[in-house]
């Protein structure tokens, strides 16, 4: 293996060498160095094959827009597929591994499809995949995902931790070059709140690879003592490793910082990834400029580089792009190159230049004038190039080719909140509209053409922001020997007489026929091209390749570049791992769980908890010997209605309603009237929309003459607070009302059952008899002679002589604990939510199963409820709709099988006795369903057409998933008790 | 009678960094309050002679606390008082790292939060009512239910700071 | 859509922290006639542009605002707790 890394030079540590392999070969580089970096210092230029056609590729870039040099790194749950190796920061153990390939890099099956090509090209998908139409799920889909993708994701968790953060700052520089060292200086010394993000592992940009003098140092010299101010700047916040890749609404910007992507084991108290939402008062985008393959036959041969990675690799990294080079430029940048080479020793062969009037060059290569070159040769790696100049074709034996198309100023972030890019005919670039607001653009991203003029243009931005902020700033100025000034390229898109296939999109193989194809095709729009050839639709989303084809759908339609225009810029500017998305939100961060104050009481009596929106609610309490859980269910049910059960209420919602218009402002929220509930009672409430349907029911108490304690169901414990807050605030601000969410503050347990009385009297200082606290009591009650004040509320959700009970929170589990002592002589048991839901359609009680948005008061039998007298009340004026009475309208009823051993489930529908199963046969559905253990028989309720009119009669539960039938009848409601007389024994 | 205990919803060791100090409070008295806003200094005289700190909580509304149970606050009828001594759990939170710790569950900036200064929002997916007592020192008041998920929120924020 | 939000009570806040009931309409008096009521239930323009919408700062002060703002661009015009709001 031939060592391609100079002797001197660069920012690498040559004491520090780190081992690492790639495809499973061993290979060391240094500290500083990227995987690309170190795979070229060692030879290695075949890095991958490319996607449609498996051509060889190697590395084309030093940065963000790497097309070619895509790889999978680390094992495991770490494995990270298409990461670019000109982004990698070299580790001690790193493990990279090739893609796109079988069965290895070298010898690669898929390349095959190069000889198919004729048939691969543009529109390939649309055209060759129609017909047969059986095909395409046999053959040609599981063929296309085969062929395709780049890297495969693992199937193992991420060990990792990611997190999100957010920042606020009166500036955000994007950008460590010469302009956004500039802006982040002058507002930092200004005393600005200055964020400085950088993608790359070492601040500078350009810099970096620069061997210009600024200032009487080397330009990296002069970075580093830049960084080294804004370090000891309080104000400033330094964010390498962060790509800013998102510019949204508010002037909010999104970052990704890689914080642990460059060790072998991350530290596990810190996350890899950390995702910035960034609050910016202004934002000053220093994001430089990428630099345009061109466009000739085998452009994508290893060995062939933009001219500025090449330049960077020499300079920055210290490592020669080959043994005899060759530089193919539009523009000053290669020149760069030029004399950057043969300064460093490396053979450098001819400049080839397609303009006639180059600047002067004082080395020792050939300078080619009017020439272009046609093809590269060498599959593999390079070996020769054809060069046509003065109407004559020459080859050269060259191993390495830089080349410059111009350069695109990387405007991306400036266009993400709808801003189209505008094309300049001067600098031959598309920029960035100059009517932005909340952001600032500084260097060449504007089309700065040096470091003096992207200093100058950074600090001048800043300065104006200073000011504008009431700081005075100081300009800052630099003063630059050996720069090659770079004045604009002319464009050259089309290159005659190629030979092979040049590229435009290497990433998604995309050559110079399929724009011209897509073109004559009728698919020349810029928008319709991009899907047509799927040009830019990579995970590099077309950074080196857009500006390109529409240079090429602009030449191929006879028009500029300015009137094919850009396709829409999108965040994000670089991919993003789905961990820095969601952050720290999984596992048990997923979502917050709520947990109720006698959560620990029901798990000591063994409780199977369910997921109820965020709460843990206990199900049921298996005790020893049960195996199924209706079996638990079942026995809960018959000893709450033969002795007495305790229930964890506490997740209902409750709601303090206090103020001087209390009264009134209840009884304009509930359909039923509340003006003349006494205190200490309380009342079933039926809350309705303003369309008429119901919204939720609880029951409120009256506690005091403007003091009201309502409860809503646990699913709509929040919806109803912002509604009553929505009514107070926005509809009534002239009430005198507040309202508070006691939810948390009480724990509230429902004790039900023949014995609930006697067990309650225990711990309650007061008489409870029926004639003390008959049903619908509701009262503030002192319990175990005074130590605790509760409240008590003689309500029913079963149908037996019951009671809720609310006690302080952090009383709750001894409250609970007491009761259940007080209560096992008379059989006492816990209950959980399914028992509790047994017992309601045993008693015919609505829930939002039958709640669901589609139902009147009128349909679930509470028609009388709702008030004639009230003047308003929410809901009121459309539930006065003709068509709301109708007597067609899905009704409640009860629903049993004709045969008791016959099941059926919640969703099922109804028909007619002998009716086909058909839409317009529809007589309504199974809203719940149970098994009840009193009936020994399953009961449901359902919404039928006319139900309450139709008890008695025969029809059939249709399930249409499962295709049953099941004979049964239509009843009433009510299952069990319908006198009502265990309510009030 | 049995014998009633109370149980405080954390019941957590207090989690401690050179930088980062979080530790469960007692939970003593907290009553949510409202009236009108030019009533505030009738209110904060009352507080006062109670032994209650008062805490902004938004247009119209405070909150009244105390390390110590069961204290009273009696107010002329203007105002409306709810107990939440046992629906609201507070978290002290404490250190140099504090800022950085709560910005990565929290979007309000904290360099112009001024010592004194209450406001609730949003920590990652729990609702969070934040007051800050001194530079390097603030107190979180959540709902009761929600606190063991927001101490396991904190915990997770400020893992890269804890002693472990 | 807005990032921010500029709540009048506890100042710039994310959007995370609200919700968003709809337009801003006034409801009618109780006695208004039907088709008023049905307009102000069900009927909604869906303009590019300027529009008014309820928002609820409901994970921080729980007041109700109404939010004026662009729907093409996003750029939130006003923003004032409801109960000062004039009825239009
Ligand atoms: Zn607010």
Redesign the pocket.
Same mark, same amino acid.
């Given at each position: 293996m031939t060592s391609y890394r100079l002797n001197q030079g660069g920012l690498v540590d040559r004491a520090t060498t780190l081992d690492f392999t790639f495809d499973g070969r061993s290979f060391t580089g240094h500290a500083g160095d990227t995987l690309a970096s170190a795979l070229l210092a060692n030879g290695q230029r075949l890095v991958g094959r490319s996607f449609k056609y498996h051509r060889p590729r190697g590395i084309l870039t030093a940065g963000a827009a790497e097309p070619n040099a895509l790889m999978t790194i680390g094992s495991g749950g770490r494995t990270e597929p298409n990461t670019r190796a000109t982004m990698q920061e070299l580790y001690a153990g790193l493990e990279a591994v090739s893609q796109n390939r079988w069965p290895s890099l070298d010898r690669d099956v898929g390349a095959l499809n190069s000889l198919l090509s004729p048939f691969l090209g543009a529109g390939f998908y649309y055209k060759t995949f129609m017909w047969p139409a059986a095909f395409w799920e046999k053959l040609y889909e599981p063929f296309i995902r085969k062929a395709a993708g780049l890297g495969r994701a693992t199937y193992e968790a991420d060990p990792d931790a990611y997190e999100k953060v957010w920042a606020h700052c009166d500036l955000l520089v994007v950008g460590s070059g010469p302009a956004g060292l500039s802006s982040a200086l002058t507002a930092g010394r200004a005393g600005l709140r200055v964020i400085l993000a950088d993608e790359h592992h070492a601040l500078g940009g350009s810099l970096l690879s620069e061997t210009a003098v600024i200032d009487g140092v080397s330009a990296p010299e002069f970075s580093a003592r830049c960084v080294e101010e804004l370090r000891s700047l309080p104000n400033v916040r330094l964010l390498p490793r962060t790509t800013v890749l998102g510019w949204f609404d508010s002037n909010v910007f999104g970052a990704l910082e890689r914080v642990q992507k460059h060790v072998a084991v991350p530290a596990a108290n810190r996350p890899v990834e950390r995702f910035w939402r960034i609050a910016a008062k202004h934002a000053i985008l220093a994001t430089g400029a990428e630099e345009r393959p061109l466009v000739f036959g085998g452009n994508d041969t290893p060995g062939v580089m933009t001219a500025t990675a090449m330049r960077s690799y020499l300079n920055r990294f210290g490592v020669a792009p080959g043994k005899k080079v060759a530089i193919f430029t539009t523009n000053n940048s290669g020149y760069a190159l030029g004399s950057d080479l043969e300064s460093a020793g490396v053979a450098l062969t001819a400049i080839i230049d397609s303009r006639a009037d180059g600047p002067a060059y004082s080395g020792q290569a050939r300078i080619i004038r009017n020439a272009v070159v046609t093809d590269a040769f060498g599959g593999k790696s390079l070996t020769s190039i054809r060069i046509k100049h003065d109407g004559r074709f020459e080859t050269m034996d060259v191993d390495a080719l830089g080349m410059s198309g111009g350069f695109s100023p990387v405007i991306h972030l400036a266009l993400h909140r709808g801003g189209k890019a505008q094309w300049s005919d001067e600098r031959a670039a598309f920029l960035a509209p100059d009517d932005l607001k909340g952001i600032a653009l500084a260097g060449s991203v504007t089309g700065a053409g040096n470091i003096a003029e992207s200093v100058a243009q950074g600090s001048t931005q800043a300065a104006g922001l200073a000011s504008m902020m009431g700081k005075s700033a100081a300009a800052m100025s630099a003063s630059v020997e050996g720069e090659m000034e770079n004045r604009p390229s002319r464009p050259l898109w089309f290159i005659p007489d190629v030979i092979g296939k040049a590229f435009v999109d290497f990433q998604n193989d995309v050559h110079r026929a399929d724009l011209k194809l897509a073109a004559q095709e009728g698919y020349g729009h810029v928008e319709l091209a991009k899907r047509y050839t799927t040009n830019g639709m990579a995970t590099d989303q077309g950074k080196l390749s857009n500006v390109n084809a529409i240079g090429l759908l602009a030449q191929a339609r006879g028009l500029s570049p300015a009137e094919v225009g850009t396709t829409t810029f999108r965040p994000f500017y670089t991919p993003v791992s789905f961990g820095a998305l969601s952050g720290a939100s999984k596992g048990k961060h997923f979502q917050p769980v709520r947990k109720s104050p006698l959560h620990d009481w029901a798990a000591k009596h063994g409780a199977v908890f369910v997921d109820t929106g965020l709460w843990y609610r206990s199900a049921w309490f298996p005790r020893e010997g049960e195996t199924a859980w209706r079996e638990s269910v079942d026995r809960e049910v018959l000893n709450v209605r033969s002795n007495a059960g305790l229930c964890d209420v506490s997740m209902l919602g409750k709601i303090e309603i206090t103020g001087r218009d209390a009264t009134t402002f209840v009884d304009r929220v509930y359909a039923n009237g509340f003006a003349k509930l006494p205190v200490g009672k309380a009342r079933y409430g039926l809350m309705l929309r303003e369309d008429g349907m119901i919204y939720d029911d609880g029951t409120t108490s009256r506690l005091g003459e403007n003091r009201y304690y309502m409860t809503t169901t646990t699913a709509y414990a929040a919806p109803v607070m912002s509604h009553l807050e929505f009514c107070a605030q926005a509809l009534w601000p002239e009430l005198d009302v507040r309202l508070a969410s006691v939810t948390d503050q009480w724990a509230q347990m429902a004790i039900a059952g023949p014995k609930a009385r006697t067990i309650l009297q225990g711990i309650v200082d007061e008489d409870i008899s029926e004639a003390a606290f008959g049903f619908l009591a509701a009262r503030e009650v002192s319990l175990f002679g005074g130590k605790l004040t509760g409240m008590l509320f003689r309500i029913s959700f079963s149908g037996e002589l019951a009671y809720e009970i609310a006690v302080p929170a952090g009383y709750g589990e001894s409250v609970a604990d007491a009761l259940m002592a007080l209560g096992e002589p008379h059989g006492i048991c816990a209950y959980g939510v399914e028992a509790l839901g047994v017992m309601r359609v045993e008693k015919g009680f609505i829930t939002h199963s039958e709640i669901n948005g589609t139902v009147t008061p009128a349909d679930v039998g509470l028609g009388k409820m709702v008030s004639r007298t009230k003047q308003d009340f929410i809901g009121k004026q459309m539930l006065s709709r003709e068509g709301l009475s109708h007597p067609s309208r899905l009704r409640l009823a009860g629903v049993m099988p004709l045969d008791p051993a016959h099941t059926f489930k919640g969703g099922a529908h109804i028909l007619s006795k002998g009716a086909e199963a058909t839409l317009e046969n529809d007589q309504g559905y199974v809203t719940s369903y149970a098994w009840s253990p009193t009936l020994q028989s399953p009961i449901a309720l359902a919404l039928i057409v006319n139900g309450p009119d139709r008890h008695g009669e025969e029809v059939v539960v249709w399930n249409g998933l499962l295709n049953e039938f099941t004979p049964a009848r239509i009843c009433d409601p009510v299952f069990f008790d319908p006198a009502n007389e265990k309510l009030h024994a | 009678m049995p014998d009633l205990i109370h149980r405080p919803a954390l019941t957590k060791e207090p989690l401690v960094g050179e930088r980062i100090r979080l530790a469960p409070m007692p939970e003593g008295t907290l009553l949510e309050v409202r009236g009108p806003q030019a009533e505030l200094p009738a209110l904060e005289a009352a507080a006062d002679a109670a032994g209650l700190v008062i805490r902004t909580n938004?247009p119209d509304q405070w909150f009244a606390i105390s390390g110590q149970p069961m204290l009273r606050l009696d107010l002329p009828d203007i105002f409306s008082v709810t107990d939440q001594s046992h629906g609201r759990v507070r978290i002290a939170m404490e250190g140099a790292a504090v800022d950085d710790v709560l910005a990565k569950g929290m979007a309000v900036d904290l360099f112009d939060f001024k010592i004194g200064a209450a406001t609730t929002a949003l920590i990652g997916h729990i609702t969070t009512h934040i007051a800050r007592l001194d530079r390097d020192r603030f107190e979180l008041t959540v709902l009761r239910s929600f606190a063991e998920s927001l101490w396991h929120d904190l915990e997770t924020m400020s893992a890269e700071f804890l002693d472990r | 859509m807005a990032s921010l939000i500029t @709540?009048p009570? @506890?100042g710039q806040?994310p959007k995370e922290e609200f919700a968003i009931k709809g337009a801003a309409l006034a409801r009618p008096a109780p006695d208004a006639p039907q088709g008023e009521w049905y307009d102000y239930v069900f009927l909604r323009t869906n303009p590019r542009g300027r529009y008014e919408e309820y928002w609820h700062?409901v994970s921080? @002060?729980r007041?109700w605002l109404v939010v004026t703002r662009d729907t093409a661009s996003h750029a939130v015009e006003d923003c004032r707790d409801a109960a000062e709001r004039a009825p239009t």
């Amino acid at each position: 293996m031939t060592s391609y890394r100079l002797n001197q030079g660069g920012l690498v540590d040559r004491a520090t060498t780190l081992d690492f392999t790639f495809d499973g070969r061993s290979f060391t580089g240094h500290a500083g160095d990227t995987l690309a970096s170190a795979l070229l210092a060692n030879g290695q230029r075949l890095v991958g094959r490319s996607f449609k056609y498996h051509r060889p590729r190697g590395i084309l870039t030093a940065g963000a827009a790497e097309p070619n040099a895509l790889m999978t790194i680390g094992s495991g749950g770490r494995t990270e597929p298409n990461t670019r190796a000109t982004m990698q920061e070299l580790y001690a153990g790193l493990e990279a591994v090739s893609q796109n390939r079988w069965p290895s890099l070298d010898r690669d099956v898929g390349a095959l499809n190069s000889l198919l090509s004729p048939f691969l090209g543009a529109g390939f998908y649309y055209k060759t995949f129609m017909w047969p139409a059986a095909f395409w799920e046999k053959l040609y889909e599981p063929f296309i995902r085969k062929a395709a993708g780049l890297g495969r994701a693992t199937y193992e968790a991420d060990p990792d931790a990611y997190e999100k953060v957010w920042a606020h700052c009166d500036l955000l520089v994007v950008g460590s070059g010469p302009a956004g060292l500039s802006s982040a200086l002058t507002a930092g010394r200004a005393g600005l709140r200055v964020i400085l993000a950088d993608e790359h592992h070492a601040l500078g940009g350009s810099l970096l690879s620069e061997t210009a003098v600024i200032d009487g140092v080397s330009a990296p010299e002069f970075s580093a003592r830049c960084v080294e101010e804004l370090r000891s700047l309080p104000n400033v916040r330094l964010l390498p490793r962060t790509t800013v890749l998102g510019w949204f609404d508010s002037n909010v910007f999104g970052a990704l910082e890689r914080v642990q992507k460059h060790v072998a084991v991350p530290a596990a108290n810190r996350p890899v990834e950390r995702f910035w939402r960034i609050a910016a008062k202004h934002a000053i985008l220093a994001t430089g400029a990428e630099e345009r393959p061109l466009v000739f036959g085998g452009n994508d041969t290893p060995g062939v580089m933009t001219a500025t990675a090449m330049r960077s690799y020499l300079n920055r990294f210290g490592v020669a792009p080959g043994k005899k080079v060759a530089i193919f430029t539009t523009n000053n940048s290669g020149y760069a190159l030029g004399s950057d080479l043969e300064s460093a020793g490396v053979a450098l062969t001819a400049i080839i230049d397609s303009r006639a009037d180059g600047p002067a060059y004082s080395g020792q290569a050939r300078i080619i004038r009017n020439a272009v070159v046609t093809d590269a040769f060498g599959g593999k790696s390079l070996t020769s190039i054809r060069i046509k100049h003065d109407g004559r074709f020459e080859t050269m034996d060259v191993d390495a080719l830089g080349m410059s198309g111009g350069f695109s100023p990387v405007i991306h972030l400036a266009l993400h909140r709808g801003g189209k890019a505008q094309w300049s005919d001067e600098r031959a670039a598309f920029l960035a509209p100059d009517d932005l607001k909340g952001i600032a653009l500084a260097g060449s991203v504007t089309g700065a053409g040096n470091i003096a003029e992207s200093v100058a243009q950074g600090s001048t931005q800043a300065a104006g922001l200073a000011s504008m902020m009431g700081k005075s700033a100081a300009a800052m100025s630099a003063s630059v020997e050996g720069e090659m000034e770079n004045r604009p390229s002319r464009p050259l898109w089309f290159i005659p007489d190629v030979i092979g296939k040049a590229f435009v999109d290497f990433q998604n193989d995309v050559h110079r026929a399929d724009l011209k194809l897509a073109a004559q095709e009728g698919y020349g729009h810029v928008e319709l091209a991009k899907r047509y050839t799927t040009n830019g639709m990579a995970t590099d989303q077309g950074k080196l390749s857009n500006v390109n084809a529409i240079g090429l759908l602009a030449q191929a339609r006879g028009l500029s570049p300015a009137e094919v225009g850009t396709t829409t810029f999108r965040p994000f500017y670089t991919p993003v791992s789905f961990g820095a998305l969601s952050g720290a939100s999984k596992g048990k961060h997923f979502q917050p769980v709520r947990k109720s104050p006698l959560h620990d009481w029901a798990a000591k009596h063994g409780a199977v908890f369910v997921d109820t929106g965020l709460w843990y609610r206990s199900a049921w309490f298996p005790r020893e010997g049960e195996t199924a859980w209706r079996e638990s269910v079942d026995r809960e049910v018959l000893n709450v209605r033969s002795n007495a059960g305790l229930c964890d209420v506490s997740m209902l919602g409750k709601i303090e309603i206090t103020g001087r218009d209390a009264t009134t402002f209840v009884d304009r929220v509930y359909a039923n009237g509340f003006a003349k509930l006494p205190v200490g009672k309380a009342r079933y409430g039926l809350m309705l929309r303003e369309d008429g349907m119901i919204y939720d029911d609880g029951t409120t108490s009256r506690l005091g003459e403007n003091r009201y304690y309502m409860t809503t169901t646990t699913a709509y414990a929040a919806p109803v607070m912002s509604h009553l807050e929505f009514c107070a605030q926005a509809l009534w601000p002239e009430l005198d009302v507040r309202l508070a969410s006691v939810t948390d503050q009480w724990a509230q347990m429902a004790i039900a059952g023949p014995k609930a009385r006697t067990i309650l009297q225990g711990i309650v200082d007061e008489d409870i008899s029926e004639a003390a606290f008959g049903f619908l009591a509701a009262r503030e009650v002192s319990l175990f002679g005074g130590k605790l004040t509760g409240m008590l509320f003689r309500i029913s959700f079963s149908g037996e002589l019951a009671y809720e009970i609310a006690v302080p929170a952090g009383y709750g589990e001894s409250v609970a604990d007491a009761l259940m002592a007080l209560g096992e002589p008379h059989g006492i048991c816990a209950y959980g939510v399914e028992a509790l839901g047994v017992m309601r359609v045993e008693k015919g009680f609505i829930t939002h199963s039958e709640i669901n948005g589609t139902v009147t008061p009128a349909d679930v039998g509470l028609g009388k409820m709702v008030s004639r007298t009230k003047q308003d009340f929410i809901g009121k004026q459309m539930l006065s709709r003709e068509g709301l009475s109708h007597p067609s309208r899905l009704r409640l009823a009860g629903v049993m099988p004709l045969d008791p051993a016959h099941t059926f489930k919640g969703g099922a529908h109804i028909l007619s006795k002998g009716a086909e199963a058909t839409l317009e046969n529809d007589q309504g559905y199974v809203t719940s369903y149970a098994w009840s253990p009193t009936l020994q028989s399953p009961i449901a309720l359902a919404l039928i057409v006319n139900g309450p009119d139709r008890h008695g009669e025969e029809v059939v539960v249709w399930n249409g998933l499962l295709n049953e039938f099941t004979p049964a009848r239509i009843c009433d409601p009510v299952f069990f008790d319908p006198a009502n007389e265990k309510l009030h024994a | 009678m049995p014998d009633l205990i109370h149980r405080p919803a954390l019941t957590k060791e207090p989690l401690v960094g050179e930088r980062i100090r979080l530790a469960p409070m007692p939970e003593g008295t907290l009553l949510e309050v409202r009236g009108p806003q030019a009533e505030l200094p009738a209110l904060e005289a009352a507080a006062d002679a109670a032994g209650l700190v008062i805490r902004t909580n938004g247009p119209d509304q405070w909150f009244a606390i105390s390390g110590q149970p069961m204290l009273r606050l009696d107010l002329p009828d203007i105002f409306s008082v709810t107990d939440q001594s046992h629906g609201r759990v507070r978290i002290a939170m404490e250190g140099a790292a504090v800022d950085d710790v709560l910005a990565k569950g929290m979007a309000v900036d904290l360099f112009d939060f001024k010592i004194g200064a209450a406001t609730t929002a949003l920590i990652g997916h729990i609702t969070t009512h934040i007051a800050r007592l001194d530079r390097d020192r603030f107190e979180l008041t959540v709902l009761r239910s929600f606190a063991e998920s927001l101490w396991h929120d904190l915990e997770t924020m400020s893992a890269e700071f804890l002693d472990r | 859509m807005a990032s921010l939000i500029t @709540c009048p009570h @506890c100042g710039q806040r994310p959007k995370e922290e609200f919700a968003i009931k709809g337009a801003a309409l006034a409801r009618p008096a109780p006695d208004a006639p039907q088709g008023e009521w049905y307009d102000y239930v069900f009927l909604r323009t869906n303009p590019r542009g300027r529009y008014e919408e309820y928002w609820h700062h409901v994970s921080g @002060c729980r007041r109700w605002l109404v939010v004026t703002r662009d729907t093409a661009s996003h750029a939130v015009e006003d923003c004032r707790d409801a109960a000062e709001r004039a009825p239009t």
